[in-house]
């Protein structure tokens, strides 16, 4: 199974930004389709964006299209999330996750994946 540490969290202003990274250990990224989620103060994993496995594909939450960009390297077994323009609304501990490829949006659900990261927190100050 693959292990993930996320990277990359901080405490920065509204219109600040940041880059999360997520490196992979264990078994190669490039067999799975990767996804980002941000835990509320709920413990609800709520979905963020997602890659395929070669990159060419991505989705996103509505609340961050635009203001959030999913990028891999699969040499470096390496998964990104850039953060632009953050709000207070994106406050919450975030965690990327690995998940076998299939068809439709099943990536958009957190009980599809079976591996995932400790998490790094994401701060944001009004």
Same mark, same amino acid.
């Given at each position: ?30 067999? $799975?389709?990767? &996804? ?6 709920? /413990?609800?994993?709520?979905?963020? !964006?997602?890659?395929?496995?070669? *990159? ?37 501990? $975030?965690?990327? &996750? ?6 439709? /949006?099943?990536?958009?659900?957190? !009980?599809?994946?079976?591996?995932? *990261? ?9």
């Amino acid at each position: 199974q693959v292990q993930l540490v996320e990277s990359g969290g901080g405490l920065v202003q509204a219109g600040d930004s940041l880059s999360l990274s997520c490196a992979a250990s264990g078994q190669m990224l490039s067999s $799975y389709t990767m &996804g980002w989620f941000r835990q509320t103060p709920w /413990n609800e994993r709520v979905f963020v !964006a997602a890659i395929t496995q070669s *990159g060419e594909t991505t989705d996103y939450e509505d609340f961050v299209k635009g203001r959030f960009t999913i990028s891999r390297d699969n040499a470096k077994n390496t998964v990104y999330l850039q953060m632009n323009s953050l709000k207070p609304e994106d406050t919450g501990v $975030y965690y990327c &996750g690995a998940t076998q490829p299939a068809s439709g /949006n099943y990536y958009r659900s957190p !009980a599809w994946y079976h591996s995932w *990261g400790q998490g790094t927190q994401v701060t944001v100050s009004s």
